[in-house]
Nanobody, 120 residues
Framework: QVQLMESGGGLVQPGGSLELSCRAS????????MGWYRQAPGKQRELVAT?????????ADFVKGRFTISREDGENWKNLNLQMNSLKPEDTAVYYC????????????WGQGTQVTVSS
């Protein structure tokens, strides 16, 4: 089992910045990739960014050039971050940390989510 805990959400003005963090614990050795997803009211959950163990990253088009995903150095996953710059009102959503586990069988793990609100 893998447990994920997000932090760093809050209220920010348009054009501002926030950094989200995700702390992984438990069977972190089984994680092959991690990522951030978000869900706005009335909308489906959508991918924001992902990073593999080898630090290969992918980004949704709507965050390219504004958000940066990174993970802690070291053998095991422990900390995942999402630096969000030039925030827009449409970035308002609950942001979820995701981990893809591989043992004993492939499965997704999710954090409880952290609210990000972009408003003046």
């Amino acid at each position: 089992q893998v447990q994920l805990m997000e932090s760093g959400g809050g209220l920010v003005q348009p054009g501002g910045s926030l950094e989200l963090s995700c702390r992984a614990s438990g069977s972190v050795f089984s994680i092959t990739a991690m990522g951030w997803y978000r869900q706005a009211p009335g909308k489906q959950r959508e991918l924001v960014a992902t990073i593999t163990y080898g630090r290969l990253t992918t980004y949704a088009d709507f965050v390219k050039g504004r958000f940066t995903i990174s993970r802690e150095d070291g053998e095991n996953w422990k900390n995942l971050n999402l630096q969000m710059n030039s925030l827009k009102p449409e970035d308002t959503a609950v942001y979820y940390c995701n981990a893809q586990g591989s043992y004993p069988s492939p499965r997704d793990y999710w954090g409880q989510g952290t609210q990000v609100t972009v408003s003046s």
